[in-house]
């Protein structure tokens, strides 16, 4: 959020699972995170009082009674939580949490005067140890519920909400406000509060640009296919350039600083169809020179044991789109156009996605550049001279396609008098 609690004690961290590390709150004591509802810069935390939406990771301790486990307990797990829900209210709350079973998602709100707004009631099946993406939207006409990217169930309008003192003392993170006891029992990663109602595409982008980090993928993920290259010979060797799938939307003439590092930013993605349109902008870096995009549909330690692929080539400054991803699973990284051996290939490239070394240029021993090598469909990783198969199949056209012997014997080689191939290349 950017701003400092209100309040916090007895919490852990959950470093062993999911990205980076996540807040863990699960304790038979109490147990606290408040936050402001409004910074004192008049900036708005959680939008309680009017249209809104808030999405988070969450990991439990526990599995659902429905799933053989014993849920959370407590009779109420409270996620993001304020005030105090009572029989003889004075000030009203406004909870989302989960039933003592965890069998049941419940969104649910009180006013002063004791009366109270029940907007969502949705089943939920949860396994212990597992990342599960949670996400809820409200309005005056409207309440939604998602679960793991899909929209599980929608409710009525907000029309009952905590008094303003309630909203004054701030909301908890994780637990109840009023004792920190009725805790979510798990980790929750990646929490984001909106000022207006997150449409389905939304929610379904961000399952399906972060679940490889929370979930492992799913297993069977398929390989990103490579973009397509445009080779340059002059004025300095490049295997792998060009702008590849990379379709440039606009450049940020305005407001946009070079700098030595160089990143991605302004993520977005539209779901349609079942696929990802994925837009960016490459901020920072030097113009006039290209930045490799390279993508992954699954993270490995270190990254560079991973299964890459070069996605093409984009410039600082300007905002490009990915179009039609149906990989559900997409990690992207830039890289910078370092090419340390002059074999064609950055460095990044050959850390990534030839596994070469960087800074020997022919990696196999013999003779030839890795990054001809590449362009050729031959494995740079190996002496191709003392291959047969690679040395006898294919051959050289001297423009840097690969041709087979079959389709250009005719066209480069002549025969003398005793039947000897004479090529007709200088």
Known sequence: MGYYPLWFTNLGVLASNGPGCSLLIDSTNESQLLFPTWNSDGTTNL??????????????????????GDGPGGGWSALIDLGACTDGATNGSWSCGFDGAGNNFYFITQDANGNEGDYIHAPVALAAGTWNLIALTWSGGNTAFYFNGVCVTNGPGVGVLPSLEVLSNGFAIGSDAATGL????????????????????????EWALNCIFYMGGGGGI????????????????DAITGPGCLLAAGTNSSGCVNNTNVWITNVTAAVTNGAVNLTFTIAG?????????????????PLTDGLWTWMGQGSPCVTYTIPGLTNSDVFLI????????????????????????????????????????????????????AVPSQRDNFIYDGTGRLETLSGVLAEMFNFDAEGNIQSDQP
Not at 182 to 205: C, F, I, K, N, W
Not at 223 to 233: D, H, K, R
């Open 222 to 237: 398929p390989e990103l296919a490579q973009a397509s290259s445009m080779p340059q010979v002059t004025p300095t060797f």
């Open 47 to 68: 939008n309680v009082a009017g249209d809104g939406s808030l999405m988070f990771w969450f990991y439990p301790d526990w599995s659902s009674v429905s799933e053989g």
């Open 285 to 301: 870096g030097t113009n006039g020179l290209a930045y490799d995009i390279f993508a992954t549909p699954a993270l490995a330690k």
């Open 334 to 385: 830039l890289g910078t156009p370092q090419d340390s051996d002059g074999d064609g290939l950055t460095d990044a490239y050959e850390l990534l996605v030839s596994h070469t070394n960087p800074y020997v240029a022919d990696s196999g021993g013999d003779g030839m550049l890795d990054g001809w090598k590449v362009l050729w469909g031959m494995n740079p990783l190996i002496n191709n001279a």
């Open 182 to 205: 009725l805790q979510m029992h798990g980790a929750m990663s990646r929490l984001t509060t909106y000022d207006d109602p997150l449409d389905a595409a939304s929610v379904e982008g």
